[in-house]
């Protein structure tokens, strides 16, 4: 298995309507059609941050997890899920549109444990 950690830093200014979207329109189709472990909505606190300092855009307000058997399967089934004309249909309400995703990230990780 390995895991899709995603990572969105979007528009603060526009965030309450975006986990308003996310939790009526997002959630039910993506839990519908991904193993998704999780997602995550950042609370109005800090982040501690150690090391060097983060970049002035700081750290992402969105992050979710997907789970998938390979780097294969998640290339296939990504662009059928997010090509579709469900899915379009609830991107559209997307508060502030696709300029609303100040920075998106995916990394691929393995459970360690």
């Known amino acids: 298995m390995i895991y899709e950690i995603?990572?969105?830093h979007f528009d603060p200014a526009r965030f309450d309507e975006y986990k308003s979207w996310a939790r009526d329109k997002a959630l039910?189709?993506?839990?519908?059609?991904?193993?998704?472990?999780?997602?995550?909505?950042?609370?109005?606190?800090?982040?501690e941050v150690n090391g060097a300092p983060m970049d002035d855009m700081g750290s992402a307000n969105i992050t979710w997890v997907i789970?998938?058997?390979?780097?294969?399967?998640?290339?296939?089934?990504?662009?059928?899920?997010?090509?579709?004309?469900?899915?379009?249909?609830?991107f559209n309400d997307v508060p502030?549109?696709?300029?609303?995703?100040?920075?998106?990230?995916?990394?691929?990780?393995?459970?360690?444990?």
């Open 28 to 47: 039910p189709f993506l839990d519908e059609h991904l193993d998704l472990v999780g997602f995550w909505a950042n609370l109005d606190e800090p982040a």
């Open 67 to 90: 789970r998938w058997p390979d780097r294969a399967t998640r290339d296939e089934q990504m662009a059928s899920v997010f090509t579709g004309d469900a899915w379009g249909a609830i």
């Open 96 to 113: 502030g549109g696709m300029d609303s995703y100040k920075r998106m990230e995916a990394k691929f990780t393995e459970a360690l444990l």
């Open 6 to 8: 995603r990572n969105y």
